[in-house]
């Protein structure tokens, strides 16, 4: 099948019209890759900064035990309430 000038023209434009989608979508697709990265990345410090809390509100507990102490009882509840944010915060996400 042999095309007149028009009809290649015509292609040609569509073709281009074509590329110029994929090269949106593939820009739209890098953003997305991007946000997907960002929000891994902040799950994990969540996740750890939940983890360090929840190590250091271990020692906190087995320190208790072993003296009366209203300061440390503070700092556990003052740990806890952090915990229960962080794990809100990571909840959300």
């Known amino acids: 099948m042999v095309l007149t000038p028009a009809q290649l023209s015509m292609k040609e ?3 281009s019209q074509r590329e110029q989608l994929i090269a949106e979508k593939e820009a739209l697709l890098a953003e997305r890759d991007r946000l997907i990265a960002v929000r891994d990345a902040e799950l994990y410090s969540k996740t750890l900064q939940i983890e360090h809390l ?9 320190a208790r ?7 440390l009882d503070r700092d556990i509840e003052q740990l806890e309430a952090l915990d229960r944010r962080a794990r809100r915060g990571r909840g959300r996400e």
């Open 13 to 15: 434009a569509l073709l």
């Open 65 to 71: 035990f072993g003296r009366s102490s209203e300061k």
């Open 54 to 62: 929840k190590a250091q509100l271990a020692v906190l507990r087995r």
